[in-house]
């Protein structure tokens, strides 16, 4: 029973987190409008971090960023995304759909 448990919370928290990072699967318009969201998120804090004088996090450097969006997208879909979401299809087809 415990097991059993185990797995069904182990399936949620992988669909949970499936959700959180499916920003790449939506409809091009909708992942722009989201993309630019995170970005502003990230570079403000890498904003006030370089105001506080400490490391800027990865990510978060407003500058370098803005020339690898592009290419950081395409690392995140190739790395992230597909080897997280191929197991989810196989499970759930319409997940094939992403």
Not at 28 to 57: C, H, N, Y
Not at 63 to 81: D, L, R, Y
Request: net charge negative; proline share 8%.
């Amino acid at each position: 029973q415990q097991a059993a448990l185990e797995k069904k919370l182990l399936l949620l928290e992988t669909i949970l987190h499936a959700v959180d990072i499916s920003n790449p699967c939506k409809p091009r318009p909708i992942m722009l409008r989201w993309t630019e969201k995170v970005l502003a998120e990230f570079w403000a804090q890498g904003d006030e971090e370089k105001a506080l004088g400490i490391e800027v996090s990865p990510l978060c450097d407003r500058e370098s960023g803005k020339q690898a969006v592009p290419k950081g997208q395409i690392g995140f879909i190739n790395f992230v995304i597909r080897p997280f979401y191929l197991p989810i299809a196989e499970l759930i087809p319409e997940a094939k759909e992403a």
